[in-house]
């Protein structure tokens, strides 16, 4: 099993529409969880951070499940802008060994 | 949010040559630094991590001979990849965590083209 899986879409979805990623990771013991996004040909981005009980940054929604060991990001009213690769991240061992998913594709239509 | 600066963005060499990829941490210090390359249209994967002062950790199947790696201090690590051929080519990524928290900042990548 991967440290940590993503569906790597593409998620095609119209404008406005909301849009949920769901990520997995195995290791109970992963301390700290992200959200990057990636356009293509660039670096990738910190776009939040997730918390246990969840936040929330305007069209953007993160929460953590430990229980279950996944962490997902809503995006409300899709933009043509948002569309990119959004990575999962997850850290263990005091931010030693940071683990990237590989991503899901999203891509928003007009 | 903290800077990572890599340099060169982009290097075109001939096979057989080296080149080296710096990675700075501008604004804090990187305790922990790692390196990743991307093929078009794929994921990112690590291929090592290195811990200021110590050795590199490298992912299987990376070559630590290949691609050699230095951390010498709190704000900079290299990549040199010796001998390159063509297969080198690719998108080359740093990213540092250290004292600015636990998120991980990204180089701006180099695009290495071996030719």
């Known amino acids: 099993r991967k440290e940590v899986e993503q569906d790597p879409g593409p998620f095609n979805v119209p404008e406005g529409a909301t849009v949920a990623f769901n990520c997995t990771y195995s290791?109970?013991?992963?301390?700290?969880f992200f959200w990057y996004r990636q356009d293509c040909r660039k670096e990738p981005k910190l776009l939040m951070s997730v918390y246990s009980s969840g936040n929330e940054d305007g069209r953007f929604t993160a929460q953590l499940n430990r229980a279950s060991q996944y962490i997902s990001l809503l995006i409300r009213d899709s933009k043509l802008s948002d569309s990119a690769t959004y990575l999962c991240v997850v850290t263990l061992g005091g931010y030693q060994k940071v683990t990237f998913g590989t991503g899901t594709k999203l891509q928003v239509i007009p | 949010g903290a800077v990572v600066s890599q340099h060169p963005s982009r290097v075109i060499c001939k096979s057989g040559t080296s080149v080296k990829i710096e990675c700075r941490s501008l604004?804090?210090?990187?305790?922990?630094m790692f390196w990743y390359r991307q093929f078009p249209k794929k994921s990112l994967m690590l291929m090592a991590t290195s811990n200021e002062g110590s050795k590199a950790t490298y992912e299987q199947g990376v070559e630590k001979d290949k691609f050699l790696i230095n951390h010498a201090s709190l704000t900079l690590s290299t990549l040199t990849v010796t001998s390159a051929h063509p297969e080198d080519s690719s998108f080359y990524i740093c990213?540092?965590?250290?004292?600015?928290?636990?998120?991980?900042?990204f180089g701006q990548g180099t695009r290495l083209t071996v030719v």
């Open positions: 604004d804090f210090q990187a305790t922990t």
């Open positions: 290791n109970s013991a992963s301390q700290s």
């Open positions: 990213s540092a965590t250290g004292t600015q928290g636990p998120e991980a900042f």
